[in-house]
């Protein structure tokens, strides 16, 4: 069993050969490892940038932190220089040289300055009240270097994340919210006029101070990745983006609709003016129709006819109004609501017509059906019956005369049926004469 001391076994030739070279490849790589930060574009952006809110404050954690990292690279490398020296004193070191190359390279024998913990804000190891200096073994100053690259490289990458993704989004969508700007513009879509025009004023104000913010502190626009340990595990946060775009999208489509209104407007005008052109002579042809029907018919109830609404005649004086001083914003919901409406009076038109012609439709049926039965019955070979010719005659006379009472004509009509059906229906067939019987009748 070998000599032991504070630090344990002193260590062999072969062990402190091996403890160097493990300890010479940490090195290096914790050299590569800062000069990647020192060179990293956050870590440079952020040290000319006007930081604040949460930014800034980490960033004041992560600058001392880098300032202590080199501050414990320097005396990482200075007992690692010193360990190499010892060794390379002879070929074969001696029992005093491995005692001490032990005691550096397992022991509490680096030494850092109180002062450089407490200037970097960083806490002791022990938690305590900072003293004015520190000792660490070379294995936990490496994994004191580890903790601050780790927190130091998540607050860089995290910041130049956002300020990669964020800002050249930003500016693409306020070029295009100027664009769109602009065409409002020239559609007489303005702020205080339109409700799309305030969008956009909103939009904008919405966008300078994303930006502004963005750029100050961009660490308050990044999420981090749940349950990931690794440096710069998150995204941006591009809620407020996503948000104004959306809503730019929208004014878009609404202006869209406005120029869609600007090319099409002389044709839906014309459009609008013949509808209701139609549903004036519509409503006129239901007026005369209405003096004819209470001149010829008795007994029957007719509906009053209104007249044409005024109200859609000023509307369209107005839409036309509107394009003529090309006030594309406020012509394009008239239009559509003229539209419906125009359609709605020309319907309410007919259906006014078909009502108030109603006894007349009533009157021409049954005057159709008295003669088809007429007819049939003088193909037949009954003309000349006297009770058929009496009944006929009757019905004729309230069927053709003026006022006609549709209730009584229409039994005097039913009643010729139903004779006309019992003579054909008892009456022999003779041979030669009008052909078989014929039992059914129009209307039956």
């Given at each position: 069993?070998?000599?032991?001391?504070?630090?344990?076994?002193?260590?062999?030739?072969?062990?402190?050969?091996?403890?160097?070279?493990?300890?010479?490849?940490?090195?290096?790589?914790?050299?590569?490892?800062?000069?990647?930060?020192?060179?990293?574009?956050?870590?440079?952006?952020?040290?000319?940038?006007?930081?604040?809110?949460?930014?800034?404050?980490?960033?004041?954690?992560?600058?001392?932190?880098?300032?202590?990292?080199?501050?414990?690279?320097?005396?990482?490398?200075?007992?690692?220089?010193?360990?190499?020296?010892?060794?390379?004193?002879?070929?074969?070191?001696?029992?005093?040289?491995?005692?001490?190359?032990?005691?550096?390279?397992?022991?509490?024998?680096?030494?850092?300055?109180?002062?450089?913990?407490?200037?970097?804000?960083?806490?002791?190891?022990?938690?305590?009240?900072?003293?004015?200096?520190?000792?660490?073994?070379?294995?936990?100053?490496?994994?004191?270097?580890?903790?601050?690259?780790?927190?130091?490289l998540d607050m860089v990458v995290a910041a130049d994340a956002v300020w990669s993704a964020l800002?050249?989004?930003?500016?693409?969508?306020?070029?295009?919210?100027?664009?769109?700007?602009?065409?409002?513009?020239?559609?007489?879509?303005?702020?205080?006029?339109?409700?799309?025009?305030?969008?956009?004023?909103?939009?904008?104000?919405?966008?300078?101070?994303?930006?502004?913010?963005?750029?100050?502190?961009?660490?308050?626009?990044?999420?981090?990745?749940?349950g990931s340990s690794a440096p710069g595990g998150g995204r941006p946060d591009t809620t407020v983006y996503d948000r104004e775009?959306?809503?730019?999208?929208?004014?878009?489509?609404?202006?869209?609709?406005?120029?869609?209104?600007?090319?099409?407007?002389?044709?839906?005008?014309?459009?609008?003016?013949?509808?209701?052109?139609?549903?004036?002579?519509?409503?006129?042809?239901?007026?005369?129709?209405?003096?004819?029907?209470?001149?010829?018919?008795?007994?029957?109830?007719?509906?009053?006819?209104?007249?044409?609404?005024?109200?859609?005649?000023?509307?369209?004086?107005?839409?036309?109004?509107?394009?003529?001083?090309?006030?594309?914003?406020?012509?394009?919901?008239?239009?559509?609501?003229?539209?419906?409406?125009?359609?709605?009076?020309?319907?309410?038109?007919?259906?006014?017509?078909?009502?108030?012609?109603?006894?007349?439709?009533?009157?021409?049926?049954?005057?159709?059906?008295?003669?088809?039965?007429?007819?049939?019955?003088?193909?037949?070979?009954?003309?000349?019956?006297?009770?058929?010719?009496?009944?006929?005659?009757?019905?004729?006379?309230?069927?053709?005369?003026?006022?006609?009472?549709?209730?009584?004509?229409?039994?005097?009509?039913?009643?010729?049926?139903?004779?006309?059906?019992?003579?054909?229906?008892?009456?022999?067939?003779?041979?030669?004469?009008?052909?078989?019987?014929?039992?059914?009748?129009?209307?039956?």
């Amino acid at each position: 069993m070998g000599d032991t001391g504070p630090t344990g076994p002193v260590m062999d030739r072969d062990e402190v050969d091996r403890a160097l070279a493990r300890l010479g490849a940490e090195h290096e790589a914790v050299e590569t490892s800062l000069l990647s930060l020192q060179d990293h574009a956050g870590r440079r952006l952020l040290e000319g940038a006007e930081l604040t809110g949460v930014t800034g404050e980490r960033w004041a954690a992560a600058e001392a932190s880098i300032t202590l990292l080199w501050t414990y690279f320097d005396a990482y490398t200075g007992a690692l220089r010193t360990a190499r020296e010892i060794r390379s004193r002879r070929r074969w070191s001696s029992r005093e040289d491995l005692a001490e190359l032990t005691e550096l390279l397992r022991g509490e024998a680096v030494t850092v300055a109180g002062g450089a913990t407490a200037t970097a804000a960083a806490p002791t190891l022990d938690g305590g009240p900072g003293r004015l200096s520190e000792r660490y073994s070379l294995a936990t100053l490496v994994d004191r270097m580890n903790q601050l690259y780790a927190t130091s490289l998540d607050m860089v990458v995290a910041a130049d994340a956002v300020w990669s993704a964020l800002p050249a989004r930003i500016d693409l969508l306020a070029a295009e919210l100027q664009r769109t700007r602009r065409l409002a513009h020239s559609v007489g879509v303005r702020p205080g006029e339109h409700p799309a025009g305030d969008d956009l004023e909103r939009i904008t104000r919405t966008l300078t101070k994303l930006r502004e913010r963005v750029v100050s502190d961009p660490l308050a626009f990044w999420l981090p990745a749940e349950g990931s340990s690794a440096p710069g595990g998150g995204r941006p946060d591009t809620t407020v983006y996503d948000r104004e775009a959306r809503a730019l999208e929208d004014v878009r489509r609404e202006i869209d609709a406005v120029l869609t209104v600007r090319q099409d407007a002389e044709r839906r005008i014309v459009s609008l003016r013949d509808i209701l052109s139609r549903a004036d002579r519509t409503l006129a042809e239901a007026r005369t129709a209405r003096g004819e029907v209470l001149a010829k018919i008795a007994a029957t109830e007719v509906p009053v006819v209104s007249g044409p609404p005024t109200v859609l005649q000023e509307q369209l004086a107005a839409a036309a109004e509107y394009r003529r001083h090309a006030q594309w914003h406020r012509l394009s919901p008239l239009l559509e609501s003229l539209e419906e409406k125009a359609e709605d009076e020309l319907l309410r038109a007919r259906e006014s017509l078909t009502a108030v012609t109603a006894p007349l439709a009533v009157r021409a049926e049954l005057r159709g059906r008295l003669d088809a039965y007429k007819a049939k019955v003088a193909r037949l070979g009954y003309a000349e019956d006297p009770e058929l010719a009496e009944k006929y005659e009757k019905a004729r006379r309230m069927l053709w005369s003026a006022p006609c009472d549709l209730r009584v004509a229409e039994q005097a009509v039913l009643r010729y049926q139903h004779a006309a059906a019992d003579l054909l229906g008892s009456a022999p067939r003779v041979p030669g004469q009008g052909g078989p019987v014929d039992r059914t009748g129009p209307g039956a």
